[in-house]
């Protein structure tokens, strides 16, 4: 298996760790050195911005929807022609009553949305360690913070009543657009599979990890907690070991849907929470580059992209 040394611009010391890392080199012929230094440390950074239509909505009325409702008929979610029939009810003595057992107060139901599409920006930098534990594949471990601005258009919902009221079986409300800025977290780990010819190359990223964010500014907690799992293959080709370029695919599979909890300050106490499936197109397009000016750095840049998806990865990485 003939290696070629990387004649790399700026000339640096070859560090001790070559001679042990990747394993394998004196089976396959490899001289020490030849290839990149195989531990790597690294700042990562990204910026995605997607848009998506939701394919199934579920809500979670407040268990003290009757109450809520007779203490705010002016929330402006509340449409006029349902204001008229609530006025009515809520002067009971046992109107709230009715109205928790007419909609089912607590209970989880599909709603129908006018609108329904989820927009989403969410910036991430982090840290990633890896090496290079055989010449054909590399491990590695990545955490990250995100910060999250997301957009649910809903426009009107209409949910099935449990009971009708009056003429009417079902019952609509202006929830508009909810908004959330979410912080949290994400940790990732895997590896890289990768083999060559002749400066070309093809590899496959598999990983799998989890995240959780918060909406702090509505003290929601776990507002999206799942794991997930990370595939991209991609191909390319090497210029003398100093500078690549890549394109490839990416799959990323959030594994449940995403739910919101205790919601009742977004939406004056009528909702307590949601969970949204959403449609998406399957993968994301890769075109990226790699620039190596010296054995201890690597520089490089992915752009992202899909009918739903664009956006740019970047990290730099000190290797030893």
Not at 57 to 64: K, V
Not at 189 to 205: E, P, Q, V
Not at 255 to 274: A, H, K
Not at 293 to 298: K, S
Request: with cysteine; glycine share 12%; net charge neutral.
């Amino acid at each position: 298996m003939p290696v070629e040394a990387i004649n790399y611009p700026i000339k640096t010391p070859i560090p001790k760790t070559t001679e042990y890392l990747p394993m394998l080199q004196t089976l396959l012929h490899i001289e020490a050195g030849s290839l990149p230094n195989p531990i790597g440390v690294s700042i990562i950074g990204s910026y995605t911005e997607e848009n998506y239509r939701i394919k199934k909505f579920n809500g979670t009325l407040s268990a003290n929807l009757g109450q809520n409702l007779c203490a705010n008929l002016d929330n402006k979610m509340i449409p006029s022609e349902l204001k008229g029939i609530l006025q009515g009810v809520c002067l009971l003595s046992f109107g709230n009553s009715i109205i928790n057992s007419m909609a089912g107060a607590g209970e989880t139901k599909e709603w129908q949305l006018s609108e329904g599409t989820v927009n989403t920006k969410t910036g991430a930098v982090g840290v990633k360690l890896d090496t290079w534990i055989f010449p054909f594949m590399q491990l590695f471990a990545a955490g990250t913070y995100l910060n999250m601005q997301q957009s649910t258009n809903v426009g009107i919902a209409t949910i099935p009543l449990k009971k009708p009221l009056g003429n009417k079986s079902t019952m609509s409300f202006d929830v508009d657009v909810l908004e959330n800025n979410l912080d949290g977290w994400a940790v990732m780990g895997g590896t890289n599979l990768a083999i060559g010819y002749k400066g070309f190359f093809l590899s496959c990223m598999i990983a799998g990890g989890y995240v959780k964010l918060d909406d702090l500014a509505n003290d929601i907690k776990g507002f999206v907690k799942k794991p997930f799992m990370y595939i991209a293959p991609r191909v390319g080709y090497s210029l003398g070991g100093v500078m690549t370029a890549h394109f490839g695919v990416q799959r990323v599979e959030l594994f449940g849907s995403t739910s919101g909890n205790d919601l009742s300050q977004i939406t004056g106490g009528l909702v307590d929470g949601f969970s949204v499936e959403i449609e998406k197109f399957p993968v994301n397009f890769l075109i990226g580059t790699n620039f190596n000016p010296m054995r201890d750095l690597g520089i490089s840049f992915e752009y992202v992209f899909s009918p739903d998806v664009k956006g740019l990865n970047a990290e730099i990485a000190y290797r030893f």
